[in-house]
Nanobody, 131 residues
């Protein structure tokens, strides 16, 4: 059974930083691309960043460039999302997802992220940024 388990969310003050983790099991980690989405209250889910676990190539939504960093640790089957200079508008549930095709990452990093359904989803982790 494939599982993606997010962790690292919580309540943070504006200006702070967080590192979210997405631990994968039940799949061949290096064969999959891992992406991060977020869904803010009352808004649709949006793609944030994506990484190829094979090559390490990263993809970012334009709005995520500069404050978000996606990285991986193949030895731990884990992908990370670091968020710096947190803002109240970063408050959302953050989800990771996995897909076999690299095309997935191009969608995650575009304004059409909802048009692609990845193979697997995590359950999400809440990030709340207080002002």
């Amino acid at each position: 059974e494939v599982q993606l388990v997010e962790s690292g969310g919580g309540l943070v003050q504006a200006g702070g930083s967080l590192r979210l983790s997405c631990a994968a099991s039940g799949l061949v980690f290096r064969d999959y691309n891992i992406g991060w989405y977020r869904q803010a209250p009352g808004k649709t889910r949006e793609g944030v960043a994506c990484i190829s676990t094979t090559t390490g190539t990263t993809f970012y939504q334009d709005s995520a460039k500069g404050r978000f960093t996606i990285s991986k640790d193949n030895s731990k089957n884990t992908v990370y999302l670091e968020i710096h200079s947190l803002k109240p508008e970063d408050t959302a549930v953050y989800y990771c997802a996995a897909d076999y095709l690299l095309t997935f990452c191009t969608y995650v990093s575009s304004n059409q992220s909802l048009r692609y359904t990845p193979d697997y989803w995590g359950q999400g982790t809440q990030v709340t940024v207080s002002s």
